[in-house]
């Protein structure tokens, strides 16, 4: 069965610092897909990325950067100079290749920024 | 292009009373799903539609209903409501093809 676990449950910084949220997730499949989705105060769910079980390159866009580690099933996500817009709820998602269709979703980390 | 939608945005039911939620998509996107999140638990798979006309149940199925009579729409039946299914409620589209999934606004649904 698939998990996935974010053991932050929230997270305050100031402003302009930088901040990581784990992810580790739970798995058999040896082809996966990992996903990061920010829920605003809004409501919404926002689609950040999603990275392959078989591509362990980190990845950068903007100030957002994330760590994907197979060695310890990690997929952390780091926010490097933190606005106020970016308070939110963060969730790491896991979605295996075959036999499930569905994505299995953390408890999310409440991300508050301080102005 | 509207992405995925969601109707109504808020409702509140009485225990026992029955409501549809539509979801629809814009994007030509196979498969559809139902979550639902509360507070603590993130979202879990209520059902999940793989094309028009087939629907499969997810990890929380009990006291809903789909159907999926059209690519476009994925609607999600509560025949009879309880306070237990007060939460709110998420629709998701993607396509065959890849694996991430686009959501709609949420329902909010109050059961009293």
């Known amino acids: 069965a698939q998990k996935v676990t974010q053991a932050q449950t929230e997270i305050s910084v100031v402003e302009k610092e930088d901040v990581t949220l784990d992810c580790v997730y739970e798995?058999?499949?040896?082809?996966?897909?990992l996903f990061w989705y920010k829920q605003p105060p809004s409501g919404e769910l926002v689609f950040l990325i999603r990275?392959?079980?078989?591509?362990?390159q980190n990845e950068i866009s903007g100030r957002y950067s994330w760590n994907f580690q197979k060695s310890t099933s990690s997929f952390n996500f780091t926010i490097t100079a933190s606005q106020v817009v970016d308070s939110a709820v963060y969730f790491c998602?896991?979605?295996?290749?075959?036999?499930?269709?569905?994505?299995?979703f953390g408890t999310g980390t409440r991300l508050t920024i301080i102005p | 292009n509207a992405g995925v939608t969601q109707t109504p945005k808020f409702r509140v039911l009485k225990t026992g009373q029955s409501m549809t939620l539509l979801c629809a998509q814009d994007?030509?996107?196979?498969?559809m799903y139902w979550y639902r999140q509360d507070p603590g638990m993130g979202l879990r798979l209520i059902h999940y539609?793989?094309?028009?006309?087939?629907?499969a149940k997810g990890e929380v199925p009990d006291g809903y209903n789909v159907s999926r009579l059209k690519k476009q729409n994925f609607l999600l039946g509560l025949e009879s409501a309880a306070p237990s299914q007060t939460s709110v409620y998420f629709c998701?589209?993607?396509?065959?093809?890849?694996?991430?999934?686009?959501f709609g606004p949420g329902t909010r649904l109050t059961v009293t």
């Open positions: 998701a589209s993607r396509r065959s093809t890849s694996y991430e999934q686009y």
């Open positions: 798995t058999r499949d040896t082809t996966y897909y």
């Open positions: 990275r392959n079980s078989f591509d362990e």
């Open positions: 998602a896991l979605s295996e290749r075959f036999g499930n269709e569905k994505l299995t």
């Open positions: 994007m030509n996107h196979e498969y």
């Open positions: 539609s793989v094309g028009e006309g087939t629907t």
